[in-house]
């Protein structure tokens, strides 16, 4: 059984998809909808890797504290480790839930989604 903010997540996502045409949302509700055991999770050094400084990445599952951030992202997930909130705000980046994400108005051309 999936909990509750999870499910209202994918129905926040879902309904954003289909009022505003954007498939992200609808591909990151999709990845979310998945077994707990096939959700991804995302180092911070893969984000360091394939993120730009001031780049907004949505990660349909979990952020993980392995591997350092040096740039200021924001980064939206379903959840993050202790550890990976304390770095990425170190770095001076901005850590969000994914309903945060969409309810900032950010362009969907404009976020990368790590998996």
Do not use: C, H, Y
């Amino acid at each position: 059984m999936k909990n509750r903010q999870l499910m209202d997540t994918i129905q926040a996502l879902e309904k954003a998809s289909q009022e505003s045409g954007a498939a992200l949302w609808g591909a990151l509700a999709g990845e979310l909808d998945r077994s707990k055991r096939s959700r991804v999770a995302v180092n911070l050094s893969s984000i360091e890797r394939f993120a730009d400084e001031g780049d907004v990445v949505a990660v349909p599952g979990k952020v993980l504290a392995a591997g350092g951030l040096s740039k200021p992202v924001k980064v939206a997930a379903f959840s993050f480790s202790e550890g990976a909130l304390e770095k990425i705000r170190a770095a001076g980046g901005e850590p969000m839930s994914l309903t945060e994400l969409l309810e900032a108005g950010v362009e969907p051309s404009q976020i990368r989604i790590m998996k």
